[in-house]
């Protein structure tokens, strides 16, 4: 199964070269920008991990006179668990949920001379997360924790509206971090 996954994900990149977005000028996530995104991973000892979010971009600003950021509000939501309770009875699941303010730079304004970077773009975010933990090991922190919220990650954009996104983070009270790959679009 990991070898089919990375022959696939080695397929997506390939053709991502051969299909690349033009993207002019402008960065690749601008004000007024709607994005929606999946996402997959593997969980915690090859659970069960999926999110999905959104996100507006609300504005811009510049860093020197060439480097443009831009900021956004997005909200993200995923589940992950796993089962060991064949083997230990032990079972584990998390549901969060946050919103959050992000930061969004896109490459070709910051390195113009390589080609290939002007469709990745690089973004990280913070805001307010509740995670709604379920374990059987330690039954005392089952519930919602309130916390805050942390995500990173990439786009790169296979056409002008769609990008492979590979994102990482962090919701509530410690127990619902991931690293995640999917697909995102932008409206």
């Given at each position: 199964m990991k070898k089919i996954f990375i022959i696939l994900l080695a397929l997506i990149c390939a053709s991502g070269l051969a299909f690349a977005a033009d993207t002019g000028n402008q960065s690749l996530f601008a004000p007024g920008n709607i994005t929606a995104q999946v996402n997959l991973g593997s969980g915690f000892l090859w659970g069960l991990?999926?999110?999905?979010?959104?996100?507006?971009?609300?504005?811009?600003?510049?860093?020197?006179?060439?480097?443009?950021l831009t900021y956004g509000a997005a909200a993200r939501v995923g589940y992950s668990s796993w089962n060991l309770a064949g083997y230990s009875g032990y079972t584990y699941s998390d549901f969060a949920i946050g919103a959050l303010g992000t930061v969004h730079l896109s490459w070709k304004h910051v390195l113009p001379d390589l080609k290939w970077i002007a469709k990745v773009e690089s973004y990280v975010g913070l805001g307010l997360g509740v995670n709604f933990h379920?374990?059987?090991?330690?039954?005392?922190?089952?519930?919602?924790?309130?916390?805050?919220?942390?995500?990173?990650?990439?786009?790169?954009?296979?056409?002008?509206?769609i990008a492979i996104n590979l994102e990482g983070g962090y919701f509530g009270y410690g127990?619902?971090?991931y690293g995640r790959i999917g697909v995102l679009y932008k409206f």
């Open positions: 991990d999926i999110s999905g979010g959104a996100e507006y971009g609300l504005g811009s600003f510049k860093i020197t006179d060439s480097i443009p379920n374990e059987t090991w330690d039954t005392s922190t089952n519930g919602p924790r309130f916390a805050f919220s942390v995500i990173e990650g990439n786009n790169w954009y296979i056409t002008p509206k127990y619902s971090g």
